[in-house]
C-alpha cells in the first residue's frame, strides 16, 4: 500500500471525539508504531473484553504480535472475531487554569482487523525478525535464530493495518479566555515526558571482557540518555 495513501475511514476507524486531532496520512501510523514498544491487544475471550500488553513489529502494512501457543488470548484472536490493537506514546502532561482542561500531549494508533495466524515458515521468520527488531535494533543477526522447538512453542498473529486510525495532540492547554484573562494567576503549560534509557547492565554470566556491543550504545546515544 502506497504509504500516502489516507488511513480507511471505515465507520470504526473514523475519529469523531476530538476529530480535529485526527491525522489521515498513513506515514503518521507508521511513525506511531515504529516508535513504540509496547501495544495493547483486546479480544473477546469467554465472553468478557481482555485487553493485554504485548509487544509487536511492523512491516509494510501488516502488525506481527506473538506469545506462547498455549495463551488463551491468541488463541482467541485468531477464531475470526474482530480484534483491537492500540499503541499510545506519552509526550507531556498539560496543566491548564482549569481542572477541566487538563489534558495530555499524545501520539496514540488503534488499528482494527481479524488477526491470522502466521504458519508459513518464511513469514514466521519475517514476523519474529520484526518483533525482534522493534524491541532491540540489530540483535536478530547479533543473536541466535530461534531453534524449532521454540519456534514450535511460539504462536505468531498478523494483524493487517488497513483499517486504522491516528490521533496526535500537541501544545499548550485550551483554556477558556475567560480562565485566561481571569485574576487568578494560575500556572499553565506542559511538562514534557520522555523516554530514557539507562546505563547498560551486563548479565552476571556474561565474560567481564565482552564489551558492550554498538548496536546497545548507539541506542542509548540516539535515545538522548
Partial sequence: MDVAAPLSPTD???????????????????????????GHLGVQLGGAPVVLPTGYGRRGDT????????AATLRAATDGAPVC??????????????AFHHSMNYRCAVVHGTARLVTEEAERLVGLEALTEQLAPGSWTASRRPDRKELAATALLALDLAEASVKIRTGPPGDDPSDVEGPDRVWAGVLPLRTVTGEPEPCPLLPPDVPVPARVLDRRISSGA
Fill in 12 to 38: 470504526r476507524s473514523t475519529v469523531r471525539r476530538g476529530s480535529k486531532r485526527a491525522r489521515t496520512d498513513r506515514a503518521d501510523l507508521y511513525a506511531v508504531l515504529d516508535a513504540g514498544l509496547v
Fill in 63 to 70: 502488525l506481527y504480535l506473538h506469545g506462547s501457543t498455549g
Fill in 85 to 98: 490493537f492500540t499503541v499510545t506514546l506519552l509526550d507531556g502532561v498539560v496543566y491548564a487554569r482549569s
